[in-house]
RNA sequence: GCAGACGUAGCUCAGUUGGUUAGAGCGUCGGAUUGUGGCUCCGAAGGUCGGUGGUUCGAAUCCACUCGUCUGUACCA
C-alpha cells in the first residue's frame, strides 16, 4: 500500500504571535490613548518604513557567518544589505537627517509600528513587537528630558495603569560615565569592560546586590550551572559601586545595619585617614568630620539644588554617596541636571510616586548621551500558568545628541522614549485591565431556503439591519442543516437570530430569537424536546417591524452588560 | 551563543523489565432530531510515537546523532 502523502505541519517561526480580534482591538485602544496623550503634549506622528539600509540603523554590517545575528537581514538586488527596523529610533535619526532642510526644529514626533529583532524570545519577549515612540529633536536643554518623563508619566496613567503602580525611573549617563571613570575605568582601552559594569548594574533588579556583586568581580554562575564571567575588579572598586547603586537601600537600614559605617569604613577615600563610625557622630575624630563636611559642602556647592526641589528627589542623598568616588565634573554635571529635572517635574506638579530619580537605571548602551528613563510596572503580572512574573520595564528612553550627527556632521541634540505596546498589552491582559472589546457580535440572519428569491429576501433583511447600524450577516454555511446555524450563532455570541421559513413568509412575519436570554433560559431545560419545542426568547413579528425589534433587543442588552460591569 | 529538561492524535496526556493490531479524555465530523443553540445517547474520522542511523528475533521504550519546543543564562540597539 502506497504511504499517505506527508501532511504540511502548520507551524509559526517562533517569537511570532498571529493576534486575535480582542487583541488587535485592544492595541488599538491602547494606540488611541497613548496617542491622544502625545497629541495634547503638541507631537505629530510620522512614519517611516520596516527596512532600512543596515548601515544607517547603526549596525554595522553583518558578518558573513552569521547575517541575521540580532537583526533579520537581507541583501537587496545590489548587494547593499537592509535589514528590518529593530527600533524606531535610529529610523527617526536617518528621517531626520535627510530631511534637515525641510523640518522645522525643534522637531516634536511621535509614531507606532513594528519592529523587529532576531533574538530568542521569551517570556512577554517576541521577534516582532509593536512600539510608540516620541521624540523631540533639536531641543539640547534638560527641560525637554523633563518633560519626556512626564509625558510618560501622562501615558501610563492615560493607559489605566494608577499611580502608584508604575514608576518612571530617571538616571544620566554622565553621573555613571563619571562613576566609572572615578574608579579608573576611563578612557577607550576600558571600553569593554565599562559595558560589562553597565551591563551589570543593569542586573540590580534581577539579581540584586549580591548577584551583581559577583558579576563585577569574577562572574556568576547560574541554577542551570552556566557561568558568566564578570567584570573582574577589585573590591575597592566594587564596593563603592555597589553601594552607590544600592544606596536607598543603606539609607532605610535594609541592606547594612551600619550603612553609614560601612560607607566610610572598609575602603579607602583620598580624604579619609581613620577608620571611623558616622552613625555615632562622638565616636569621629574631629579631623575625619571636618574633611567630610568640607567634601559635602563642596559637592553642594557644585552641585546646585534649585530651591524648589525637596528631599524625596533623592538629589541629596544621591549627592553624598557621590563622595564614595573622587567627584570629578562628569558626576558633578551629571548630578546637576538630574537636579534641574526633578525641579522640572516637581514644578508642575508630579510626585515622586510617579517620577522617581535612581542610580541602577542604565539604558541604551550604544547611543544614551544624557538622562535616561525607564517606565516599571510595580503591580505583579501572572502568566497564563498562574506564575508571577518578572516584568521588568515596558518602556524607556533618553537623550541620543549623537544619533542625527552620524548622519549630517552638525549637532542636533534629541531626546525620546519608546513605549513597548506588545510588552504593556501583555502586563494588562493578565491583569485583566484591558476591557475585553464591547464589539457585538453580529446579528445572523438564518436560511430555511436556498434558492435565489429567498437568499434575496435573507439578503434584503441583513441590509436594512445594516443600514440601521446594526452588525447583520446571513449565514453563509450549508444551510440545509438548520440546527449548525443556530449552532453557529451561539458559538459566535450572536446576540439575535432572525429566522424566516415558508411558514411565517406566507403569512408576512419572521421569527426573532434572543440568543443570550435564550441561552439563560435553557438553563432550567433538561429534556430535549422541551428545549426545542418551546422555543425559548423567541418571538414573532411582522417584517416591517425587523429593524426596530432587534435594535430594542440589542439595547436590553447591552443594558444588561452593562449593570452586570457594575456589579 | 551556553546549559538543562522535554518531544506519543487538533489539544491535554497514559503507555509496565523492550513483546502481538499504540490508548483515554477533550475537541472535530455524522446520526438519534428533513424547521431551532444546551444536555444525553450511538457511531466515525484522526498517529511517519519529531527525524535519521544503530543495538535486538522484536523498539514509542535502549544507544548515538540531528531537528524542534520550553526554562535558565548571555545579548538586547
Not at 493607559?159 to 577607550?188: A, F, H, M, T
Not at 516599571?376 to 524607556?396: I, M, P, R, Y
Request: contains cysteine; aromatic residues 8%; proline residues 5%.
Amino acid at each position: 500500500m502506497a504511504k499517505k502523502p506527508n501532511k504540511l505541519k502548520a507551524r509559526l517561526p517562533r517569537g511570532f504571535l498571529d493576534r486575535s480580534a480582542d487583541d488587535i482591538r485592544a492595541t488599538d485602544e491602547m494606540i488611541g490613548r497613548i496617542r491622544a496623550v502625545y497629541e495634547k503634549y503638541g507631537f505629530d506622528p510620522v512614519e517611516t518604513p520596516a527596512f532600512e539600509f543596515t548601515d544607517c540603523l547603526g549596525k554595522f554590517l553583518p558578518d558573513t557567518d552569521r547575517p541575521n545575528a540580532g537583526v533579520f537581514s537581507v541583501q537587496d538586488e545590489d548587494d547593499q544589505w537592509m535589514s528590518l527596523r529593530y527600533d524606531l529610533t535610529a529610523p527617526l535619526a536617518r528621517h531626520v537627517s535627510e530631511n534637515i532642510n525641510e523640518i522645522q526644529l525643534p522637531y516634536r514626533t511621535y509614531r507606532a509600528g513594528w519592529v523587529f529583532r532576531n533574538e530568542k524570545p521569551g517570556p512577554g519577549r517576541f521577534r516582532q513587537f509593536m512600539q510608540f515612540d516620541a521624540d523631540t529633536v533639536g531641543a539640547p536643554g534638560v527641560q525637554a528630558d523633563a518633560e519626556m518623563c512626564m509625558m510618560f508619566a501622562d501615558t501610563m496613567e492615560a493607559l489605566g495603569i494608577p499611580r502608584g503602580q508604575y514608576v518612571i525611573r530617571v538616571n544620566n549617563r554622565k553621573v555613571l560615565d563619571g562613576v566609572l571613570d572615578s574608579i579608573g575605568l576611563g578612557g577607550e582601552e576600558n571600553d569593554e569592560r565599562r559595558l560589562t559594569v553597565l551591563r551589570a548594574l543593569d542586573k540590580f533588579d534581577k539579581f540584586g546586590a549580591d548577584g551583581v556583586r559577583l558579576l563585577l568581580g569574577e562572574g556568576r554562575r547560574d541554577e542551570s550551572g552556566d557561568f558568566t564571567s564578570g567584570a573582574k575588579l577589585t573590591e575597592e572598586q566594587i564596593d563603592p559601586l555597589i553601594k552607590f547603586a544600592d544606596f536607598e537601600s543603606i539609607l532605610k537600614g535594609a541592606r547594612y545595619s551600619n550603612a553609614l559605617d560601612d560607607l566610610l569604613g572598609p575602603y579607602p577615600l583620598p580624604f579619609q585617614e581613620h577608620p571611623t563610625t558616622w552613625s555615632d557622630p562622638e565616636s569621629v575624630d574631629s579631623h575625619t568630620q571636618a574633611a567630610w563636611q568640607d567634601k559635602i559642602d563642596s559637592l553642594s556647592a557644585l552641585v546646585e539644588l534649585p530651591s524648589s526641589v525637596s528631599d524625596c528627589w533623592n538629589i541629596e542623598n544621591l549627592s553624598i554617596f557621590a563622595l564614595l568616588f573622587d567627584p570629578n565634573e562628569k558626576i558633578i554635571e551629571g548630578l546637576n541636571e538630574l537636579a534641574q529635572i526633578a525641579a522640572l517635574i516637581e514644578s508642575s506638579g508630579y510626585s515622586e510616586a510617579q517620577i522617581k530619580i535612581d542610580p541602577t537605571v542604565v539604558r541604551g548602551l550604544e547611543y544614551y548621551t544624557g538622562p535616561v528613563y525607564e517606565a516599571e510596572l510595580l503591580f505583579d503580572v501572572t502568566n497564563e500558568k498562574g506564575e508571577v512574573v518578572q516584568f521588568g520595564s515596558v518602556g524607556g528612553g533618553g537623550r541620543y545628541d549623537g544619533l542625527v550627527k552620524r548622519f549630517t556632521g552638525r549637532d542636533v541634540p534629541a531626546t525620546g522614549f519608546s513605549m513597548g505596546v506588545t510588552r504593556l498589552m501583555t502586563a494588562l491582559k493578565n491583569l485583566g485591565k484591558l476591557n475585553s472589546s464591547d464589539v457585538v457580535a453580529p446579528v445572523l440572519v438564518t436560511v430555511m431556503d436556498g434558492d435565489v428569491d429567498a437568499l434575496g429576501r435573507y439578503q434584503k433583511m441583513v441590509q436594512d439591519l445594516r443600514s440601521a447600524g446594526i452588525r447583520a450577516e446571513m449565514y453563509q454555511g450549508n444551510w440545509k442543516k438548520f440546527g449548525n446555524q443556530l449552532k453557529y450563532a451561539d458559538r459566535r455570541n450572536c446576540p439575535v437570530a432572525i429566522i424566516q421559513g415558508s411558514d411565517e413568509r406566507s403569512v408576512g412575519e419572521l421569527q426573532i430569537k434572543d440568543l443570550i436570554e435564550g441561552k439563560r433560559l435553557s438553563e432550567e431545560i433538561t429534556d430535549n424536546i422541551t428545549w426545542r419545542e418551546s422555543r425559548p426568547a423567541q418571538i414573532t413579528v411582522k417584517e416591517a417591524d425587523l429593524v426596530e425589534t432587534v435594535r430594542g433587543l440589542l439595547d436590553d442588552q447591552a443594558e444588561d452588560r452593562r449593570r452586570q460591569s457594575e456589579g
